[in-house]
Structure formats: C-alpha cells, structure tokens
C-alpha cells in the first residue's frame, strides 16, 4: 500500500506543446490548430498511473508578439486538456511562457526566467506540485527544451523532428533521441522498468557523433550511469 506523506515528492514527465504533443503548426492560436500525435494517450496514461505528474511546459511568444491573448490560450488549453481527458489523460498542470524579448506587448517584451531553455517554467512547477526533478523526465522537440529539463535536473528525451544539429554544448545533449513522441515515451517506460526496453540508440540523421551509443541497454544500470543529462553527449 502507497503512503503519501508532505515529504513524498512525485517524479513528473515534463512535456513540451508545439512539435512533442502536437503536430506543427505555425502560432496556433485556436483549439482545432493543436492536433494531437494518434496513440499517445495510453503511453501517457500508464506513465500517470506508474505516478509521473504530467506537466505541460510551453513557449508562447505569440502572447508578447501580439498574436493572440491569454484568453485565447487558456481556451486552446482547456480544450486540449478535454481532449485528452476524453482519453484517459489528466494534465497535472500547464505552464507557459508568455514573454518575448522582441514582443510588442506591454510588459511581455523582457528577458525572463521562464522561457525555455531557461528551467523556470520546470522549477516553478516543482514548488507547486511538490515534484523530484532527479527522478523527472523532459520530453521535447528542440535542443532549447532539452537544455531547459537538463538545467533543471531531469533525464531528457528529444524527439526528432529533422529540425535540430548536433548539440555543441553538454547542456544541450539529450540523454536519449527518438524518432518520434511514441519512441519517446516507450523509452521512458522501458528505462522505468513500464515495459520492455525499445531502440535507444537512435540518433538524427545528421548527427555525427553518437548520442546514446554508450547508453546500457539495462536500463536500471542505464539511470545510475547517467545519473543527469550530459553523459551520453558525443
Ligand atoms: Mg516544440
Ligand atoms: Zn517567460
């Protein structure tokens, strides 16, 4: 039987919008812009069931752009939030960043804290929710989100979508590339002992060097040996 007590802290899966959830698109700013990855929800499911926190972290610079509102925003995320519930899923939370050193709105055009690869949105959410950022993974698209959930501590996964190059810095080095969100999360449930272990040396075309080659295919021994992010980087 679990006991929870206030010193029981969760691990979470920290999970970029734009690209890792949801198809691209260019500033989406209605609900029917953010069409969800097919066969996402069960992976998702069972990592909330197995007791990661799902936590949404997303850049908006289109609120300091002028592009659309929060209003508008709050509206695409209580549907998107709907529309994973009508799946099983329930969003622990979701964090976005609003700020854009080139933005026009008043207040919004700053250097902030927040937005990636800045871990602000991450760190933040670890207060609220009480989360153990070491035992947390961080799911993304771009090296900017991989910087941002290794600045905070946690494993990290890019899910590659052609765009990125080699990382040129530690901190920017995935502990693991999938081909895809659905690798992804198989990846995490394999090394969470979830599932069985898939693929997990695969790495983006382009990248020279290897990313995860000297990952352990055990994926117990593969935690303690990373133990952080930067391990694997070539
Ligand atoms: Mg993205
Ligand atoms: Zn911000």
């Given at each position: 039987m679990q006991t929870m007590?206030?010193?029981?802290?969760?691990?979470?899966?920290?999970?970029?919008?734009?690209?890792?959830?949801?198809?691209?698109?260019?500033?989406?700013?209605?609900?029917?812009?953010?069409?969800?990855?097919?066969?996402?929800?069960?992976?998702?499911?069972?990592?909330?069931?197995?007791?990661?926190?799902?936590?949404v972290v997303t850049n908006q610079s289109g609120i300091a752009r002028g592009y659309f509102t929060e209003a508008q925003l709050d509206h695409m995320h209580a549907d998107l939030r709907a529309r994973l519930a009508a799946q099983g899923v329930e969003i622990d939370a979701i964090y976005h960043c609003p700020?854009?050193?080139?933005?026009?709105?008043?207040?919004?055009?700053?250097?902030c804290e927040c937005r990636k690869p800045q871990p602000g949105m991450a760190l933040r959410a670890a207060r609220d929710l009480n989360l153990d950022l070491a035992r947390s993974?961080?799911?993304?698209?771009?090296?900017?989100?991989?910087?941002?959930?290794?600045r905070a501590g946690c494993l990290t996964v890019l899910v590659d979508l052609g765009t990125e190059a080699a990382p040129q810095h530690a901190m920017r080095c995935p502990t693991f590339v999938a081909r895809d969100t659905l690798h992804a999360l198989a990846i995490i449930r394999g090394v969470e002992g979830l599932g069985p272990l898939p693929e997990v040396t695969y790495q983006p075309a382009s990248w020279r060097q290897s990313v995860a080659s000297h990952a352990a295919s055990d994926g117990a021994r593969l935690r303690a040996v990373t133990g952080g992010a930067h391990d694997n980087c070539g």
């Amino acid at each position: 039987m679990q006991t929870m007590n206030a010193h029981t802290r969760a691990p979470a899966l920290f999970l970029d919008r734009d690209g890792t959830l949801t198809f691209p698109y260019h500033y989406p700013s209605r609900p029917e812009h953010l069409r969800l990855y097919p066969g996402i929800a069960a992976p998702l499911a069972e990592l909330r069931a197995a007791g990661f926190r799902l936590v949404v972290v997303t850049n908006q610079s289109g609120i300091a752009r002028g592009y659309f509102t929060e209003a508008q925003l709050d509206h695409m995320h209580a549907d998107l939030r709907a529309r994973l519930a009508a799946q099983g899923v329930e969003i622990d939370a979701i964090y976005h960043c609003p700020h854009h050193p080139d933005g026009v709105v008043a207040g919004l055009a700053i250097r902030c804290e927040c937005r990636k690869p800045q871990p602000g949105m991450a760190l933040r959410a670890a207060r609220d929710l009480n989360l153990d950022l070491a035992r947390s993974w961080f799911v993304g698209d771009i090296l900017d989100d991989i910087e941002a959930g290794a600045r905070a501590g946690c494993l990290t996964v890019l899910v590659d979508l052609g765009t990125e190059a080699a990382p040129q810095h530690a901190m920017r080095c995935p502990t693991f590339v999938a081909r895809d969100t659905l690798h992804a999360l198989a990846i995490i449930r394999g090394v969470e002992g979830l599932g069985p272990l898939p693929e997990v040396t695969y790495q983006p075309a382009s990248w020279r060097q290897s990313v995860a080659s000297h990952a352990a295919s055990d994926g117990a021994r593969l935690r303690a040996v990373t133990g952080g992010a930067h391990d694997n980087c070539g």
